[in-house]
């Protein structure tokens, strides 16, 4: 590959001449030095190294962005967001995956911090863990003091620029309309533990069924992880252990469309029996067979207001932006049966049709 002394001697000109043409420097070249300089970097097809530029320059471009799986449809919204800002600023995105491993989003901070990144986003849930908070705050107190900006996405431990979505309320919608409908025996299918999404969600759905003088005990809970098999496997576990449910809110949609899978399979009908109700309203909520009721969040907002927030002005004081949950009503949640799945499961059929497909 060509390099930058290369380009020098097929110009004509210093290397220190021909840098500050490729680097767009302030400095004043001429027009013939400019126009020798394009013409030598188009005829040995130059490619300048990207890192030597961004060393060279004291204007940070790229902005470093940690999800916990971009393939999370979650997570790919998000990421639409946090693009098009980006994009729209010249910006260049670098995504990290941690895959809701702790200690690799500590690895992560620092790399990106070696990067020397314009920005970062911590753009997962916050974690029930006050060593690896403590541990974090101290990288992340490390990067602003060499003048990085700092945004995170949901409840995060950290003193700073944030954009809430507002799951507490978002369970406490799918609460409030299960009980409208009647149902009494609700199961929920959750993330891991350890997240505070996963808590702020139960928080709501919690209240919810306390306000109509219903409880949430936990052997109506369990946990997976936040994906289709994980919502498959606990809604079969929750199914084996209680045999009176007539409603499931899973925690994600990925998680309620593996609800639905398992239901199917179980030849439990979706509303008729059983009822399910999801979270974040995925684009594919809409198109599973039967629609799927859910709690939406403004996914690709969520990532356009935090990359708005690390590119913006400086404020004097951390702001917090807290986004709207909504309930959607489509077709898998209805009223109440008047006997249990259980019962309904072992009497004969009329009509077949009924069943979920």
């Known amino acids: 590959m060509a390099t930058l002394s290369d380009v020098a001697r097929r110009a004509g000109v210093s290397p220190a001449t021909a840098s500050r043409v490729i680097n767009g420097s302030s400095k004043p070249v001429t027009d013939e030095l400019r126009e020798r300089v394009l013409a030598a970097v188009a005829e040995l097809q130059y490619v300048p190294n990207a890192h030597a530029q961004l060393l ?30 980006a ?27 070696g990067h020397q990144v314009a920005a970062l986003i911590l753009a997962g849930s916050g974690y029930h863990d006050e060593a690896f908070t403590r ?38 919608l799918a609460g409030r ?25 139960l928080a709501g759905l919690r209240q919810a069924l306390a306000e109509q003088g219903r409880e949430l005990p936990e052997r109506r809970i369990r946990y ?3 994906d289709r098999d994980g919502g498959a496997e606990a809604t079969a576990r929750l ?23 398992t239901l199917r399979a179980r030849g439990l009908a979706v ?21 799927l009721t859910t709690v939406r969040l403004p ?5 356009v207001r935090a990359m708005s927030l690390v590119l913006g002005a400086v404020a004097p004081a951390p702001r917090v932006e807290v986004l709207p949950a909504e309930l959607v009503r489509r077709d898998t949640a209805g009223p109440a049966p008047r006997t249990s799945p259980a019962t309904a499961a072992s009497a004969p059929r009329a009509r077949r049709g009924d069943a979920a497909s």
């Open 56 to 85: 060279a320059r004291s204007h940070r471009s790229a902005v470093g962005v940690i999800v916990h799986d971009v393939s999370d449809p979650y997570f790919a919204e998000i990421t639409r967001g946090l693009q098009r800002v």
């Open 87 to 113: 994009t729209d600023q010249g910006r260049l995105l670098m995504i990290c995956n941690s895959y809701r491993d702790p200690d690799r989003e500590l690895e992560y901070v620092e790399l990106l911090r």
């Open 135 to 172: 541990q974090l705050n101290e990288k992340l107190a490390a990067y602003e003091a060499t003048g990085g900006r700092v945004a995170v996405i949901g409840r995060h431990e950290h003193s700073g620029d944030a954009v809430m979505p507002d799951n507490r309320t978002g369970g406490y």
């Open 177 to 201: 309309e299960l009980c409208g409908l009647g149902h009494r025996a609700i199961g929920v299918v959750a993330g891991p533990r350890i997240l505070t999404t996963t808590t702020d969600r």
């Open 224 to 226: 997976a992880e936040f």
């Open 239 to 261: 199914l084996d252990a209680d045999r009176e449910l007539t409603a499931i809110v899973a925690l994600n949609d990925s998680m309620a469309i593996g609800a639905l899978a």
């Open 271 to 291: 509303p008729q029996q059983i009822s399910v109700v999801g979270f974040d309203d995925m684009p594919i909520a809409r198109d599973v067979t039967p629609a």
């Open 299 to 303: 996914l690709v907002d969520m990532g």
